[in-house]
Antibody
Framework: QVQLRESGPGLVKPSETLSLTCTVS????????WSWIRQPPGKGLEWLGL???????KHNPSLMSRATISIDTSSNQFSLEIASVTAADTAVYYC???????????????WGQGALVTVSS | SYELTQPPSVSVSLGQTASITCSGD??????AAWYQQKPGQSPVMIIY???KRPSGIPERFSGSNSGNTATLTISGTQAVDEADYYC?????????FGSGTRVTVL
């Protein structure tokens, strides 16, 4: 079955770079669209961006170009980096599988368990 | 930027019907999905393409989408349905989530 698992440091200092990796099993990342979504404590969901197997990406403009998403098909993983983090970036970060960006298939059918990242000195 | 608006909370008596709305400009021209999230857990997709249920999702969950409003209906609400619910759509640039609705079962 399809499984996603986020990994990375749980604590990042302000102004530094947040880095997370999503390891996918049960399906090749060389298909579908792979997204990062976050949820600040007690708040709602925010889509951050996606990567396609070709390396093409789409980002949420709200992140002001601070986010970089990449894919490693040989390891069946994809990654997220957010530069110059502040306390506002503290959140649970989820990776998720998307089926497309055509509207009709634009939903997320599999999610990771989430990784809490706290930004604090 | 495109926005989806949901009521912060909905209360429903055990066994009754709960309706959760999601409003956005011409949302009916897009496709809506719905996710259920229980405390400490990841979201689970319960409705996609406005009204389709993934395998394993109970039939008591149904969806519709027309005009500016998508609606998630829970028929015969059970105690296990107490959770946060989020709508979601694609606005051609970004995936957008609604603000979320907490469903309380009385």
């Amino acid at each position: 079955q399809v499984q996603l698992r986020e990994s990375g440091p749980g604590l990042v200092k302000p102004s530094e770079t947040l880095s997370l990796t999503c390891t996918v099993s049960g399906v090749s990342v060389s298909h579908y669209y792979w997204s990062w979504i976050r949820q600040p404590p007690g708040k709602g969901l925010e889509w951050l961006g996606l990567v396609y197997y070709s390396g093409a990406t789409k980002h949420n403009p709200s992140l002001m170009s601070r986010a970089t998403i990449s894919i490693d098909t040989s390891s069946n993983q994809f990654s997220l980096e957010i530069a110059s983090v502040t306390a506002a970036d503290t959140a649970v970060y989820y990776c998720a599988r998307g089926l497309g960006t055509d509207g009709y298939n634009s939903h997320f059918d599999f999610w990771g368990q989430g990784a809490l990242v706290t930004v604090s000195s | 930027s495109y926005e989806l608006t949901q009521p912060p909370s909905v209360s429903v008596s055990l066994g009754q019907t709960a309706s959760i709305t999601c409003s956005g400009d011409k949302l009916g021209d897009k496709y809506a999905a719905w996710y259920q999230q229980k405390p400490g857990q990841s979201p689970v997709m319960i409705i996609y393409q406005d009204a389709k249920r993934p395998s394993g999702i109970p039939e008591r969950f149904s969806g519709s989408n027309s005009g500016n409003t998508a609606t998630l209906t829970i028929s015969g609400t059970q105690a296990v349905d107490e959770a946060d619910y989020y709508c979601q759509a694609w606005d051609s640039i970004t995936y957008v989530f609604g603000s979320g609705t907490r469903v309380t079962v009385l």
